[in-house]
């Protein structure tokens, strides 16, 4: 698996990934890194990174145009589109189906989702799944069970996971400072997952977080 980190796509922002020990980056975009799609292309490119995958904005479901620049921004930089917002539930990818994404793309696994939720309105549906261990974890009471089956069954439909420590209700930590059973997890997908695992902590976090997975893994 390649270990990702991630950051806005400016150039400070983007060095200091680098200066992390990253490679590539998920790309987490603000509403004026797609006022100008192809100067913010521009700087990635010409960054010390590559961009492995654009997270869209976290719009309203409705609001086409930023959910349409962040493709074209993934577009330009042949990066992996995260369809992924706040004010969004599975139940409206019909919706955005409609924006003709052009990036390859995946829908992320809301935090509540189980398994079967995302199997009725993700999978079976024909679509990527974009898996957030953290969002899963708040969602399933036997958490590796689901995971392994996730990534046993369906782990053709999955190219990109997100990687956190969480609680039951809060997600986005540091490694260390949640409750999940984190080398499990990183063990879990050497073992099943080929693709890119994006280390979804903070920026100050996400050198502390690389070494220890890569500890975890060998």
């Not at 958490?143 to 439909?157: E, N, P, Q, S, V």
């Amino acid at each position: 698996m390649d270990l990702v980190g991630k950051c806005p796509p400016d150039p400070d922002s983007l060095a200091a990934a680098a200066d992390r020990g990253f490679d590539s980056v998920e790309l987490h975009l603000r509403p004026a890194d797609l006022d100008d799609v192809a100067a913010t292309a521009a700087t990635v490119e010409a960054s010390p990174v590559d961009a492995a995958t654009v997270h869209t904005l976290h719009a309203r479901p409705d609001d086409a145009e930023p959910f349409r620049r962040s493709d074209a921004l993934a577009t330009r930089l042949d990066a992996y589109l995260v369809v992924h917002s706040q004010y969004a539930q599975h139940t409206h990818i019909e919706t955005l189906e409609r924006y003709d994404f052009a990036a390859p793309y995946g829908y992320e696994n809301n935090p509540g989702a189980t398994p079967f939720h995302l199997r009725n309105l993700v999978l079976d549906r024909g679509h990527d799944l974009l898996l957030d261990t953290a969002h899963l974890f708040m969602s399933q009471p036997d958490y590796i069970d689901g995971l392994t089956d996730l990534l046993r069954a369906d782990g053709d439909r999955i190219r990109v996971v997100h990687f956190n420590d969480a609680t039951p209700t809060e997600d986005g930590l540091p490694v260390g400072d949640g409750e999940m059973p984190l080398e499990r997890t990183a063990r879990l997908l050497s073992a099943h997952f080929d693709g890119r695992v994006v280390l979804e902590v903070m920026p100050d976090y996400q050198a502390d977080a690389l070494r220890q997975v890569r500890e975890w893994v060998g």
